[in-house]
Nanobody
Framework: QVQLVETGGGLVQAGDSLRLSCAAS????????MAWFRQPPGRERESVAV????????YYADSVKGRFTISRDNAENRVYLQMNSLQPEDTAIYYC?????????????????WGQGTQVTVSS
């Protein structure tokens, strides 16, 4: 069983940066693929970034590639999302998710553990 708690959201202006953090409980954190998803207002949940257990494999949605960076600290059981050059279209609730697997996937239904979400609002 894994519990996930996201922190770091907030209200920023276009062009600003934010760093989201997700703390995971439980052991064997490195055996979990970790991901960030987001749900913009009135839209479906979408993948943002995914990272494999060792941190060597990553995936980014085209919309955030070059601006966002996902990383993890397996010693601290944390995964991060560094978000730079934020734009109003990045406004969403951001969720941390975990999947006990060696395979990276962007399909939300394949993630068994979710945090409560943290709101990111970017004003123009």
């Amino acid at each position: 069983q894994v519990q996930l708690v996201e922190t770091g959201g907030g209200l920023v202006q276009a062009g600003d940066s934010l760093r989201l953090s997700c703390a995971a409980s439980g052991r064997t954190f490195s055996s979990y693929v970790m991901a960030w998803f987001r749900q913009p207002p009135g839209r479906e949940r979408e993948s943002v970034a995914v990272i494999g257990g060792s941190g060597s494999k990553t995936y980014y949605a085209d919309s955030v590639k070059g601006r966002f960076t996902i990383s993890r600290d397996n010693a601290e059981n944390r995964v991060y999302l560094q978000m730079n050059s934020l734009q109003p279209e990045d406004t969403a609730i951001y969720y941390c998710a975990a999947r006990q697997s060696a395979t990276i996937t962007i399909t939300p239904d394949l993630y068994g553990y979710w945090g409560q979400g943290t709101q990111v609002t970017v004003s123009s």
